[in-house]
C-alpha cells in the first residue's frame, strides 16, 4: 500500500521560499525507488495541474512552464521521501500541493493527473502579494 503524506506547506511573501516534502510511509515503501514521483497542484476553481516530476533514481527531471527555473524536485530514495524546493514565489503559485507516485512498470513523467495512480492529501501553499 502507497501511503503519500506531505508537509511543508504555509503561508508566505511574494518572493518567498518554501520547501515541500512527501514522504511514502505505506507498507510499500521498499517499491518507492522504482516509482515515478510528482507534484500537481489545484488552485481555488480550477483544474489540476502537473508542476513537476522525476524518474526513478533522480536522473532525469521535467516541469511546467510555469515554474521552470524557479522550482526543483528532488528524491532520497533511502528516505522515500521527494522534494519540491520553490524559490521566488508569486501569488499564483497560491494552491493546494499534491504528492503522486505513479504505478511501478510506469516510466512516463506524464502531465495529465488521470495517469497517476497515487495521491497525497494534499498541502495548501498560499503566497501573498
Known amino acids: 500500500q502507497v501511503q503519500l503524506v506531505e508537509s511543508g506547506g504555509g503561508l508566505v511573501q511574494a518572493g518567498a521560499s518554501l520547501r515541500l516534502s512527501c514522504r511514502d510511509s505505506?507498507?510499500?515503501?521498499?517499491?518507492?525507488?522504482?516509482?515515478?514521483m510528482g507534484w500537481f497542484r489545484q488552485a481555488a476553481g480550477k483544474e489540476r495541474e502537473f508542476v513537476a516530476a522525476?524518474?526513478?533514481?533522480?536522473?532525469?527531471?521535467d516541469y511546467a512552464d510555469s515554474v521552470r527555473a524557479r522550482f526543483t524536485i528532488s528524491r532520497d530514495n533511502v528516505k522515500r521521501t521527494v522534494y519540491l524546493q520553490m524559490n521566488r514565489l508569486k501569488p499564483e503559485d497560491t494552491a493546494v500541493y499534491y504528492c503522486?507516485?505513479?504505478?511501478?512498470?510506469?516510466?512516463?513523467?506524464?502531465?495529465?493527473?488521470?495517469?497517476?495512480?497515487?495521491w497525497g492529501q494534499g498541502t495548501q501553499v498560499t503566497v501573498s502579494s
Open positions: 503522486a507516485a505513479r504505478q511501478v512498470g510506469d516510466w512516463g513523467m506524464d502531465h495529465d493527473a488521470k495517469e497517476w495512480q497515487h
Open positions: 505505506g507498507d510499500s515503501g521498499h517499491t518507492f525507488s522504482s516509482r515515478v
Open positions: 522525476i524518474n526513478f533514481v533522480g536522473g532525469s527531471t
